[in-house]
């Protein structure tokens, strides 16, 4: 077993590198046209995951309950992912979610005014 390092500034150096977020099952990351965020929901139907996001925080929560016909097993799976930190220049009306192999999938677009841009540097 070979330990690492942790290192909480490599966002800020390596632009390869997600936004960092220390919840397991919880990705975030941003293309230059849209906020990516994927959660794990594995077992859970596409109808019972809810996505909901107010005053700054994103919310999805996923939970399915099933009853054998024995009354004696109960199978349950439950997912609860909590965001807060500001994902600015997200056009929240236009975001879509998708259930793909139990991970949920939300790409919420940017705004113009949010994407980069290229700026030209001339010399005089």
């Given at each position: 077993?070979?330990?690492?390092?942790?290192?909480?500034?490599?966002?800020?150096?390596?632009?390869?590198?997600?936004?960092?977020?220390?919840?397991?099952?919880?990705?975030?990351?941003?293309?230059?046209?849209?906020?990516?965020?994927?959660?794990?929901?594995?077992?859970?139907?596409?109808?019972?995951?809810?996505?909901?996001?107010?005053?700054?925080?994103?919310?999805?929560?996923?939970?399915a309950?099933?009853?054998a016909?024995?009354?004696?097993e109960?199978?349950?799976?439950?997912?609860?992912?909590?965001?807060?930190?500001?994902?600015?220049?997200?056009?929240?009306?236009?975001?879509?979610?998708?259930?793909?192999?139990?991970?949920?999938?939300?790409?919420?677009?940017?705004?113009?005014?949010?994407?980069?841009?290229?700026?030209?540097?001339?010399?005089?």
């Open positions: 077993m070979q330990l690492v390092r942790f290192d909480p500034f490599k966002s800020l150096w390596d632009e390869d590198y997600a936004m960092p977020v220390n919840q397991r099952g919880l990705k975030i990351r941003e293309t230059d046209k849209s906020i990516v965020v994927e959660a794990v929901v594995a077992g859970v139907p596409k109808n019972d995951v809810n996505i909901e996001i107010e005053d700054g925080v994103l919310t999805i929560k996923a939970e309950k099933e009853e016909e024995t009354k004696t109960y199978k349950s799976s439950s997912y609860q992912y909590y965001y807060s930190l500001p994902l600015t220049g997200g056009q929240w009306d236009k975001a879509e979610a998708n259930v793909v192999d139990g991970v949920v999938k939300l790409e919420i677009p940017k705004t113009e005014e949010a994407r980069p841009r290229k700026i030209t540097v001339k010399s005089k």
